[in-house]
């Protein structure tokens, strides 16, 4: 049976005047993602507000989300870790991977891949694919972690049951690393490799890409890997088509990558630029 949203939010805001804080969350929720109605992203923070305050660790990872993307705030990565750690002493999963991602790209907190390690495995206890796939990213590149190929596998395949289209694409890579790898990051400053390495570009800004009319209309989605050059000015480019995801969604993707703004990548204390791959994922919303 299918349920139109207008109709759902019909429901949803009768839960909500009785008080219902997981409809009023959900209520947000249609905001954020434009679900019958327009998009509007300080509307959904409006409504994460209240359930929030109250404890609801659904609405703390969402506005968590707002603050780290800067959608309808400034971004502020301190604020998005603040209200992420109030759901993730609840044990909720999604915090405890966002956590871990903040850790891991030094948003808002010292860079520490260990402590990614730790909150990402809190996070795949409880089943979150994302954190599967970021927990065998680590294992993968040595972060955090002993470099471990064996286990790097076990968590991408785990995340893969679950329905993970990155940990698919990333499986792959691991086992025919003829294939460009990703983000660049085997060249990557670790505690154990800390000459002759390169610290990594970090993404300041980011464009979301737009849907071809061909994909939109068939429902397609699903992650494409570009290829690019961060010049140590930390403007992208050289973006070409790594794996393709066809429909018209690869030159979208290009569109969008081209006008993203990155910190650029360091070597002995000078930017430089980096040649590395950016994975831009397409959902319907």
Not at 75 to 89: E, F, L, Q, S
Not at 126 to 152: C, F, I, K, P, W
Not at 239 to 264: H, I, N, T, Y
Request: hydrophobic residues 40%; proline residues 4%; neutral net charge.
């Amino acid at each position: 049976m299918c349920v139109k949203p207008f109709l759902a939010l019909t429901w949803l805001h009768k839960a909500a005047d009785q008080g219902s804080a997981s409809a009023q969350v959900n209520i947000g929720y249609f905001y954020q993602n434009g679900w019958g109605v327009k998009q509007d992203y300080a509307e959904a923070m409006r409504w994460y507000l209240g359930p929030a305050n109250k404890g609801n660790a659904y609405a703390q990872t969402d506005i968590g989300w707002l603050y780290e993307n800067g959608r309808g705030v400034a971004r502020d990565y301190a604020v998005a870790m603040a209200w992420h750690y109030r759901a993730a002493r609840q044990g909720h999963a999604q915090a405890l991977n966002a956590i871990g991602w903040l850790y891991q790209n030094g948003s808002g907190v010292d860079q520490d891949y260990a402590k990614a390690s730790d909150w990402y495995r809190k996070a795949a206890e409880q089943g979150n694919s994302d954190a599967m796939n970021n927990l065998g990213r680590l294992y993968d590149q040595g972060l955090g972690v002993h470099q471990d190929s064996t286990e790097a596998a076990e968590w991408y395949r785990k995340a893969i049951a679950k329905g993970n289209t990155r940990a698919s694409l990333n499986l792959a890579l691991l086992l025919h690393p003829e294939m460009p790898q990703p983000t660049g990051m085997t060249q990557v400053c670790t505690e154990t490799n800390s000459s002759s390495c390169v610290t990594p570009p970090k993404v300041l800004s980011s464009v979301d890409p737009e849907y071809s009319k061909q994909a939109s209309d068939a429902k397609y989605h699903g992650t494409c890997v570009l290829g690019l050059i961060v010049g140590a000015d930390g403007v992208p480019r050289n973006v070409r088509v790594l794996v393709s995801l066809g429909m018209g969604l690869d030159e979208k993707a290009v569109e969008a990558v081209q006008k993203w703004k990155f910190e650029p990548g360091m070597k002995d204390g000078k930017p430089v630029a980096v040649e590395l791959a950016v994975e831009v994922d397409f959902q319907l919303k």
